[in-house]
């Protein structure tokens, strides 16, 4: 297939597809990291910065960019997206959350957020291990170490030239040529009769983890703390009900990896010929050595020990000498007990790294202490077989063990970083209230939803438009007036990251919602002020676009008549939200504080007009403002209220002038 997926990505050509085939060794095993959401390492190639990573990702995700479809739209669909990544366990889940964009089908994300937001409401405290216990995930990798092993075969092993020399013999060599070299795999026929030492003799068709065995041990040297999460789900499994969908994930995830803790701890056990040797070489001295302190320590520590015997006692003594010893023993036994003890301590510390334990019992019964010789032999014997059985073999029993592990890690600790995405959404669902919305052909309908970016708790709103709401809230095009700071772009935004989420496949912040699927979300947010006529007419043509579309789609407009003087906004306005209501899979809401003279340039009476009051000033003359909006209700702005606060906070001439404009709202 050569790079034709890759270079086939809109803005990847060959020399950029090329670059990163070679940056992971193989277009497969490029898509495979993109797929997974392995941002920082796409970012390593050359030319290709994090953000740049992050839409490679999301394009071979599936991801078509469409439905973010305004730069508002993409914000907040960070903002919200980055809320949730807060609950993740690990940095690699955080990256992998990226690719949570909007698509076309969520069924399939819609059953991973239900099963895994079911789990966490019957089983909290298990939910909260687990996620302890995936604190360590990150992305595999692997080592890209060249090694002194030089491959020789009479076929052609270009992708290993990456790793090591690769010789093809040539007419009339043997395997005698090769001798020169310390470390050699020979792959075929040719090959000699009893290995060189450092050889490694394989068949015609070897399997690829025992060609260069070291590359294969590396890669779980590399990867302890990734696959330290997998040994822990191995051991300690999540316990519960067997047909739970969400533990059914984790046992599938695990499944034929039971072994993997025992050949992680042959790779520490395996020893350092080097260690061994010079242990071997010391071992009767360091026993010595062990013998002499323990005696040292007990004779220092009974120097001023007393035994009182009472005159009972001492007759007891005269006559049964065994009984005697016996009250010695006791006199004395935790001081040798703890002296044997530090010197068996001391024993291991020689001993790690060469693959020999420590055995139970090291000294004789008898005092003065000493070493048992049948011990001594015991040890020089273990480390004499280590020594004699070489690192080759061991090595080769470890890459054969652990080669077909490989692939079956890599693909668990994937699985278990998609797991962590879901656990994230299913924790970060049950801390805010969060529950999976009804998907439907057309509107958006909340029940108590709540915008969880504002830092405070948010008031419960109720609200909806479109045939998805209720009854009488099922027009597709509604105005929103009402109370400065009163909720207005609150409600804008919570609406927004409601559709946002259901197109994701993951709960919203709601008690209950519907929402209707479409293939954009168009938010047209608060322009900066005034424009110049060029940028006025650029602006026009951009909305005239979106709403006389009939692709199926939501609009959340904030303020639309600041692009020009009210007046002419409002007319501009009446004819954009005329050519939204003709598009029959349109939904558009529209914040503004023009509606009636809005309503006045449609001509029309019987446009929705939802309206936000504020009932007045609290004790601390703060605004009371009803969030829910009214339906068929046009509310006032707030000028009236504010100006009496102002007059309240104000003193001196200030206060005076406020208090004279009061006067003309009266």
């Known amino acids: 297939m050569g790079l034709m997926v890759l270079s086939t990505l809109p803005g990847v050509g060959e020399r950029l597809a090329k670059k990163i085939t070679d940056h992971f060794g193989g277009e497969h095993e490029a898509l495979t990291s993109l797929r997974c959401g392995d941002i920082a390492r796409v970012a390593e190639i050359d030319g290709v910065s994090p953000k740049r990573a992050l839409s490679l990702a999301r394009m071979v995700a599936g991801d078509s960019g469409s439905f973010l479809a305004t730069k508002e739209a993409q914000r907040l669909h960070r903002d919200i997206l980055q809320h949730i990544q807060g609950y993740a366990s690990a940095s690699a889940t955080r990256q992998r959350m990226q690719l949570l964009m909007p698509v076309d089908d969520p069924t399939m994300r819609r059953e991973k957020s239900s099963a895994a937001i079911h789990f966490a409401m019957q089983h909290p405290q298990r939910m909260e291990r687990l996620a302890s216990m995936l604190k360590g995930l990150g992305q595999t990798r692997h080592s890209s170490e060249r090694y002194e ?36 795999t020979w792959i075929g026929g040719g090959s000699p009769a009893q290995a060189p030492e450092g050889w490694v ?34 051991e300690d499994a999540i316990d519960g009900d067997e047909n739970d969908a969400f533990l059914g994930q ?69 006559s049964d000498g065994a009984a005697f010893q016996r009250k010695l023993q006791e006199a004395t036994s935790d001081v040798i007990t703890d002296a044997m003890e530090a010197a068996k301590q001391k024993l291991a510390e020689e001993l790690q790294g060469t693959g020999v334990r420590v055995p139970y019992s090291i000294f004789t019964k008898n005092w003065p202490a000493k070493i048992e010789r049948k011990v001594i032999d015991e040890l020089d014997h273990a480390l004499s077989v280590n020594l004699a059985s070489g690192e080759t073999e061991r090595m080769l029993t470890l890459a054969k063990n652990l080669g077909p592990l490989q692939p079956k890690c890599e693909h668990a600790i994937r699985d278990l970083i998609e ?50 709401a209720m009854d009488n809230d099922q027009q597709s095009l509604a105005l929103l007036t009402g109370a400065n700071s009163g909720g207005k772009t609150t409600l804008l935004e919570l609406l927004a990251h409601t559709c946002i989420l259901a197109h994701m496949g993951l709960p919203v912040p709601a008690s209950h919602a519907v929402v ?151």
């Open 201 to 234: 003799v394989l068949g015609n068709d070897p399997a690829p983890e025992m060609i260069i065995p070291e590359r294969t041990i590396d890669w779980f040297r590399n990867n302890q703390r990734q696959l330290s999460v997998l040994v822990s789900l191995i």
């Open 250 to 318: 984790i046992h599938a995830t695990v499944r034929g990896l039971e072994r993997l803790p025992e050949w992680l701890d042959n790779i520490d056990q395996q020893g350092d010929l080097e260690k061994i040797a010079d242990v071997k070489d010391r071992l009767w001295k360091i026993m010595k050595s062990l013998e002499a302190e323990v005696n040292e320590e007990v004779t220092e520590a009974m120097n001023n020990a007393k035994m009182n015997l009472s005159g009972t006692e001492l007759l007891e003594a005269l």
């Open 516 to 666: 209707g699927q479409v293939e954009a979300l168009h938010i047209l947010a608060k322009a900066g002020g005034t424009q110049s006529a060029g940028a006025l007419e650029q602006t026009l043509v951009e909305l005239a676009t979106v709403v006389s579309d009939p692709t199926p789609k939501l609009i959340l407009a904030d303020e639309l008549e600041a692009i020009t003087e009210p007046g002419a906004g409002a007319r501009i306005i009446a004819g954009m939200l005329l050519a939204a209501e003709a598009q029959n899979d349109t939904t558009m809401m529209l914040v503004t504080h023009l509606a009636p003279a809005i309503l006045e340039a449609t001509g029309r009476d019987d446009l929705r007009v939802d309206g936000i009051e504020a009932k007045g000033l609290d004790a601390d003359l703060e605004l009371m403002v009803d969030r829910t909006p009214k339906r068929n209700h046009l509310a006032r702005s707030t000028p009236e209220l504010i100006v009496k606060r102002l007059v309240e906070r104000s003193d001196g001439h200030a206060k005076v002038l406020f208090g004279d404009i009061l006067t003309m709202f009266q």
């Open 419 to 468: 797991l962590d995405q879901w656990v994230a959404v299913a924790r970060w669902a049950k801390e805010h209230g969060c529950t999976m919305p009804e998907l439907s052909d057309h509107g958006i309908h909340i029940e108590d939803g709540r915008h969880l970016l504002l830092g405070v708790e948010a008031d419960a709103v109720t609200y909806g438009l479109g045939r998805c």
């Open 149 to 184: 092993r030089v491959v020789v075969s009479k076929k052609p092993l270009d992708h290993l030239k990456k790793w090591c020399r690769v010789l093809q013999p040539g007419e009339g060599e043997t395997w005698k040529d090769y001798t020169v070299f310390k470390l050699v």
